[in-house]
């Protein structure tokens, strides 16, 4: 049983192009996450979603967009895809009283060409 | 200067070596201190995490950390190659909606 999904696992794009990447949990956390891993393995926040509502917005593009329906998934949308946006994009997911565990899906590794 | 400061290695070790990892911060904000361990192309996995100052011990691995240096470590004792991975510290203050802030991960070989 997956816990924390993500689908792509791969995507290869253009620069300018518009993509999406979605993410599920089925642990039954509140808490979801987007973060960005860079070529030298940092990760960085980007987004956090508590009961679908926006808790953490850090200093990201307005080209990324963060979609939460329900609790159990967060989407991450973006626009105009720039080479520099090439990581990979890890979701995670936790208990809002637990942040400090947080559950990682398997990563979308994005290249931008 | 970042938050977290981690040496990025790679440390490479022979199988039964005792390994110790350290990252140092610089907000004393922080109260929670993690460690995840990271296999190539998988996501990080929490392995243990400590409130404020002290050590907590579990099988192989022992987190410590020292608030008055501002300082922490993860040593794995009697190393496997299943050890080799990339570990990252992590740290967030206390309150909810706390924000990890990740250090930039060490990459260990555990050589058989």
């Known amino acids: 049983d997956t816990a924390v999904s993500q689908t792509p696992k791969y995507l290869v794009t253009q620069m300018g192009n518009d993509k999406s990447i979605k993410c599920e949990q089925n642990l039954g956390h509140d808490t979801m996450y987007w973060y960005k891993q860079d070529s030298k393995k940092f990760l960085k926040i980007m987004f956090s979603?508590?009961?679908?509502?926006?808790?953490i917005n850090e200093t990201v593009p307005n080209r990324f967009s963060p979609k939460s329906p329900d609790k159990a998934h967060l989407n991450l949308h973006i626009n105009s895809l720039e080479l520099g946006d090439s990581a990979v994009y890890f979701c995670?997911?936790?208990?809002?009283?637990?942040?400090?565990?947080?559950?990682f899906g398997p990563g979308t590794r994005l290249t931008v060409t | 200067q970042k938050e977290v400061e981690q040496d990025p290695g790679p440390l490479s070790v022979p199988e039964g070596a005792i390994v110790s990892l350290n990252c140092t911060y610089s907000n004393s904000a922080f109260q929670y201190f993690m460690w995840y361990r990271q296999y190539s192309r998988k996501g990080p996995e929490l392995l243990m995490y400590?409130?404020?100052?002290g050590n907590k011990e579990d099988g192989r691995f022992t987190a410590q950390v020292d608030k008055s240096s501002k300082y922490i470590s993860l040593f794995i004792r009697d190393s496997q190659p299943s050890d080799s991975a990339t570990y990252l510290c992590a740290m967030s203050p206390s309150g909810s909606a706390r924000q990890l802030t990740f250090g930039s991960g060490t990459q260990l070989t555990v050589l058989p």
């Open positions: 400590t409130y404020s100052s």
């Open positions: 995670a997911s936790s208990h809002l009283g637990s942040s400090y565990e947080q559950y």
């Open positions: 979603y508590n009961n679908k509502e926006l808790i």
